[in-house]
T-cell receptor, first 114, second 111 residues
Framework: AQTVTQSQPEMSVQEAETVTLSCTYD???????LFWYKQPPSRQMILVIR??????QNATENRFSVNFQKAAKSFSLKISDSQLGDAAMYFC???????????FGDGTTLTVKP | EPEVTQTPSHQVTQMGQEVILRCVPI?????FYWYRQILGQKVEFLVS????????KSEIFDDQFSVERPDGSNFTLKIRSTKLEDSAMYFC?????????FGPGTRLTVL
């Protein structure tokens, strides 16, 4: 079974600075998707960024980018120019291309200090 | 932009009562899911549904749970006899391919 590990329960960053959230996963599959979701206090799950495992190029969405290391099974999220609105819980998730379900990590609570 | 909707946003029920949580997935999506998140914990998979049948379910999804897509638009999760430990946020999700799109969730409180 696939597992997703987020080793940082809490992180904090100064506004306008850069922060990196870590995620590792375990799988025997070669083709899969990886996601980062943001969960603000409203508890809605908001997709931040996705990465297909077959793509070597790291995904980027505005201030959000990932460092995908397939061999190391690592998928970190970098948030540049952090804003107060970035404060939330962030979940890393894995989804096999065969199976439909997503497997989530335990989450990292990000605090942004003004 | 199309989105997944869920009703109600908050449901309070007495232990032992039946509850039905409703979801309207994005209209052209084919795969449907329920997840739950106990407060402060990770998001856990409950069940996936495709082609009018369950395609996968977790060990959490026991005989007290059932899902249905009664009319081609709604996707429901029924809990027959709620327990205190069923108190959680329940998320519906749907996808066509690639990522799942999540609804805003229903907060279920069992007293």
């Amino acid at each position: 079974a696939q597992t997703v590990t987020q080793s940082q329960p809490e992180m904090s960053v100064q506004e306008a600075e850069t922060v990196t959230l870590s995620c590792t996963y375990d799988t025997s599959e070669s083709d899969y998707y990886l996601f980062w979701y943001k969960q603000p206090p409203s508890r809605q799950m908001i997709l931040v960024i996705r990465q297909e495992a077959y793509k070597q190029q790291n995904a980027t969405e505005n201030r959000f980018s990932v460092n995908f290391q397939k061999a190391a099974k690592s998928f970190s999220l970098k948030i540049s120019d952090s804003q107060l609105g970035d404060a939330a819980m962030y979940f890393c998730a894995y989804r096999s291309t065969n199976a439909g379900k997503s497997t989530f990590g335990d989450g990292t609570t990000l605090t942004v200090k003004p | 932009e199309p989105e997944v909707t869920q009703t109600p946003s908050h449901q309070v029920t007495q232990m032992g009562q039946e509850v039905i949580l409703r979801c309207v997935p994005i209209s052209n999506h084919l795969y449907f899911y329920w997840y739950r998140q106990i407060l402060g914990q990770k998001v856990e998979f409950l069940v996936s549904f495709y082609n009018n049948e369950i395609s996968e379910k977790s060990e959490i999804f026991d005989d007290q749970f059932s899902v249905e897509r009664p009319d081609g638009s709604n996707f429901t999760l029924k809990i027959r006899s709620t327990k205190l430990e069923d108190s959680a946020m329940y998320f519906c999700a749907s996808r066509l391919s690639g990522e799942q799109f999540f609804g805003p969730g229903t907060r279920l409180t069992v007293l």
